[in-house]
């Protein structure tokens, strides 16, 4: 299913396009609506990588022959971070 979905092109750049709007949202945000966007963007970071395939770009790092960080990971590991950051923080 997962090849499917990313041989069309169309999920990853949905998700990518979500992607940053929820993080313009944790960062930006206010309130309730600020810790909805950052509990949002966990999973939405989690799905980037595992979606991302035919935007990837050059591999960073090799872990073996069949995985490694490339650089549209690192877009996954600021979502994560930055809602985190949101969601321990809280409003202070």
Known sequence: MRSEAT?????????????????????????????????????VSAAWVLFNGPIEGPILLTFSTDHGLTV???????????????LVRGNR
């Open 72 to 86: 549209s990971d690192l877009l996954a590991a600021v979502g994560v971070l930055v809602g985190g950051v949101v």
């Open 7 to 43: 041989s069309s092109g169309i999920v990853p750049v949905v998700l990518l396009v979500l992607l940053v709007g929820l993080l313009i949202a944790a960062l930006q945000g206010r309130g309730r609506r600020r810790r909805a966007a950052a509990a949002l963007l966990l999973p």
